[in-house]
């Protein structure tokens, strides 16, 4: 489980083809203190598992499915992912309940730069939208952010100067893929609909 509160930028080492996946290898820097094989570590909303630990060097092994789902697949050495470490019992809640798992992937439209404040436009999937509502939370590339408006094919979000210069979300341009998680209460909310 994690918040969405991202810890740090993290710079991708290197890529690999393993199998039917791959394996990605990022410096965390000082977040890798304390981190062992196995722990899950979230990279732009996506919770992996630390398969390798060289000094703050780790490795993840992302399968079909996950680079189906997101966008981690494409990300190019040297290039940035936002990283957050997961919840220990007893921790600060700040941003809302993250899992880890992306529900898809949304496209950012556009962007409206008004002197260091932001307002993203991004494009999203239907099936994604209808777990959205104006001032509910979602998470894009692990940010939790809170939504602005919600139409019938698109999302909008405020970013501050805080989030977008500690984030990646501040290098974004229109038409770059982000990854996207709903609130989990959307979801069973919507699931409880259905039945």
Known sequence: MFTGLVEAEVSLLESMVVGPGKRMGFDLGPIADGVQIGDS?????CCL??????GTKCWFDLGAE???RTSLGKLEPSKTA?????LKVGDRMGGHF???HIDGQGTLARRRDEGEWSYFYFQAPMSLLCQMASKGSITVDGVSLTLVEVNDDSFSVALIPHT??????GQLQAGDLV???TD???KYAQRANVL
Do not use: K
């Not at 598992?49 to 060289?54: F, P």
């Open 41 to 45: 570590i979230a990279l732009n909303g």
């Open 49 to 54: 598992t630390v398969v390798a630990i060289e």
């Open 66 to 68: 996950t680079l189906a």
């Open 82 to 86: 936002n990283c957050e470490r997961s």
């Open 98 to 100: 993250v899992t880890g």
């Open 164 to 169: 977008l210069a500690n984030t990646t979300l």
């Open 179 to 181: 990854n996207l998680e």
């Open 184 to 186: 989990i209460l959307a």
